[in-house]
């Protein structure tokens, strides 16, 4: 299991996003966001960063490493 | 709101690719089956008892039905969107459609002998030069192939790769170090290094999948 809790789920949420509309705009699989959505997977810093400057937002505000 | 049917949970996606391989499985069986009887029934000629077609009918049954799901489950199979996971999958499919394009030419030249392609898990049989060579090709087109696949993977997929590697790792380590030593202490006869292949590949695989869709 990941580390950190993230609101990934919801941010997508509030843009009417799929899943797999977001995997396409991160450039991972579907199976990759599902996974950093539930917490089964942290995402590299890289990736990370990816996602932030996706919803304009910092790291921070995305991911807690506070479980 | 993003509703549930567009966010398919990963389990559900890995119990429909089971169902897709084991239907295939199945189809192929019966598909075989209903060309035999039907090659069979052409040299014989003459009238057939009421079995012979019953088995027919259920050999057609078993593969329409193995078809049916297949087709109702293919989504799970359909190519990702983004270009680079896009082309990730169509190698993985490469590699897939090039094993049993080289398992078929294997059978077709008769390359098992009398074992078929089961000669493949044993260590001992001889096989014949061509299939030999044939298996050969497959093994370096699907290698390259597989080395192009692994520069385009995402994180999560590497990390499912990666998991599934340190668990053959460790089988490995355990299955021949301790089949040695069993052997050594007479308790059992010595390691057999190509079914010590097999379980690694096969344990590699099993732990690749299950922390992709776990």
């Keep these: 299991m990941g580390d950190m809790n993230n609101r990934l789920k919801v941010l997508r949420a509030e843009r009417d996003w799929s899943q797999a509309e977001l995997a396409v705009r991160l450039d991972v699989s579907r199976q990759a966001v599902n996974a950093i959505e539930t917490g089964k997977h942290d995402p590299s ?11 304009g937002m910092s790291i921070e505000e995305i991911f807690d490493d506070q479980s | 709101m993003t509703s549930p049917e567009r966010d398919e949970q ?14 295939a499985l199945v189809a192929v069986f019966a598909i075989g089956v209903v060309a035999g009887m039907i090659g069979a029934a ?4 003459g009238a057939h008892s009421a079995t012979f077609y019953l088995i027919l ?6 593969a329409t039905g ?5 087709v109702r489950n293919r989504a799970v199979m359909d190519l990702p969107a983004s270009p680079r ?27 098992g002998g009398e074992m078929g392609v089961w000669t493949l898990f044993s260590a001992n049989e001889p096989i014949s030069p061509r299939a030999a060579l044939i298996l050969l090709s497959v093994l370096i087109v699907a290698t390259g192939l597989s080395i192009r696949w692994h520069m385009l993977l995402d994180e999560h997929e590497r990390a499912a790769y990666d ?8 089988i490995y380590f355990v299955l021949s170090a ?7 202490g007479g308790f059992a006869p010595a390691p057999d290094g190509h079914l010590i292949f097999w379980m690694v590949m096969i344990t590699w695989l099993i732990g690749w999948v299950f922390r992709r869709y776990r």
């Design chain 2, 57 to 62: 009918l259920a050999a057609v049954a078993l």
């Design chain 2, 163 to 170: 998991f599934g590697a340190v668990v053959s790792i460790y």
């Design chain 2, 42 to 45: 052409m040299n014989d000629g």
């Design chain 2, 178 to 184: 301790g089949w040695w030593l069993l052997a050594r």
């Design chain 1, 45 to 55: 810093l890289p990736l990370a960063f990816r996602i932030a400057r996706l919803f």
């Design chain 2, 66 to 70: 193995a078809i049916w799901l297949i």
């Design chain 2, 85 to 111: 996971m896009r082309k990730s999958r169509l190698l993985l499919y490469a590699c897939g459609v090039i094993g049993i394009a080289g398992g078929m030419a294997f059978a077709l030249v008769g390359g």
């Design chain 2, 10 to 23: 990963p389990m559900t996606g890995a119990v429909r690719l089971l169902v897709i391989v084991s239907a």
